[in-house]
């Protein structure tokens, strides 16, 4: 697997390596001693999640305040732009985004950690996305930042404005967010 930290610092794009021939292809798509080498940590994965989505769908910007979650994100069929937004209000980086094409053809990942917001826009016809967290989904304490926050100033790869669930049109402006300390 390669490694690549990201530009904020916790935030990592990994590569698995894939073997294939003219019947297809294998790759681990999760090792947990890899992982942890990998991140510089251990972590404990407790749930899976998989979403489908069609084009131009944008996911997020999502977090929870308190049972906060890493998550460590993929996808398995179409494309995607996955961004992480650092919300750790102590952090040099804060307010900074990331952002990496995952799709099925290139099955790159990436793990975003505890104390950041994510989301993900739909490039291709459809998308089906992976994702593994550190702690469950706890409705109380989920929190979204507006997909267009001019401070933050994210350059999604889209034409048009995308379609958003009624929760993610209600998301705050950075200034506005609850954030980590």
Sequence with gaps: MRVTPLAINDVF?????????????????FN?????QAIGRAVTFVQDNHSRSVKGVLRGLHYQIEQPQGKLVRVVQGEVFDVAVDLR????TFGKWVGAHLSAENKHQLWVPEGFAHGFVVLS????FLYKTTDYYAPAHERCVIWNDPQINIQWPIELPPSLSAKDKEG????EADVFS
């Design 89 to 92: 209000r102590h952090s040099a």
């Design 125 to 128: 016809e459809t998308a089906e």
């Design 172 to 175: 705050k402006n950075l200034a």
């Design 32 to 36: 947990q001693q890899q992982f942890e």
């Design 13 to 29: 794009l990994l590569e698995p390596k894939v073997f294939g021939d003219e019947r297809g292809f294998f790759f681990e798509s």
